[in-house]
């Protein structure tokens, strides 16, 4: 769940494709007692060299350039962005949602799934796997109202963010 006071900031870093880096940056952020709350990695050149990590973490404004200088230092970063000060953006994220139900429970669960656009991708006499997509808080609060009528279990992939526009990062 993030953070209520503070802002929540996506940082695409573009990275060197070799192994330990995730570790690396993850390391870095561990050892200075900053919290990851989403982290996706994909490679983004057709020859596989470059990774772009995307990272959420939320902090105050001053950490925040504390974080995006100490990814600089590293050595495999190629450059890191924040997104959220850099403006207009797109950001999704999806989730697998197990729900249990018969009965009622069964016909709003499907109800649910119907006003937030989640997708059934599996089901059984008694429980759904519903696919939902969209920013952090439509499924936040999909979850939410999940709970009500039987969760079982959710997997929910990183944030993914790209900048609005003609720009490229």
Do not use: C, W
């Not at 802002?7 to 900053?34: D, H, K, S």
């Not at 018969?102 to 991708?121: F, K, P, Q, S």
């Amino acid at each position: 769940m993030r953070h209520a006071t503070l802002p929540n900031f996506l940082r695409p870093v573009t990275v060197t494709n070799e192994p330990g880096i995730l570790a690396r940056i993850a390391g870095m952020f561990a050892g200075r007692g900053y919290n990851i709350e989403s982290l996706t990695v994909a490679e983004v050149t057709e020859d596989e060299t470059v990774s772009r990590i995307t990272i959420v973490t939320s902090a105050a404004p001053a950490t925040i350039d504390q974080i995006i200088a100490q990814l600089d230092r590293l050595p495999p970063v190629h450059r890191v962005h924040d997104l959220t000060a850099e403006g207009a953006h797109v950001e999704r994220e999806l989730a697998l949602v197990k729900v249990r139900g018969t009965g009622d429970h069964r016909i709003e669960a499907l109800r649910l799934a119907e006003v937030y656009r989640a997708r059934v991708v599996d089901a059984t006499i008694s429980s759904f796997v519903f696919e939902v997509t969209g920013g952090t808080e439509k499924i936040d609060k999909f979850l939410e109202l999940m709970r009500e009528v039987g969760l079982v279990e959710v997997a929910r992939t990183g944030v993914a963010a790209i900048s609005r526009g003609h720009s490229t990062f």
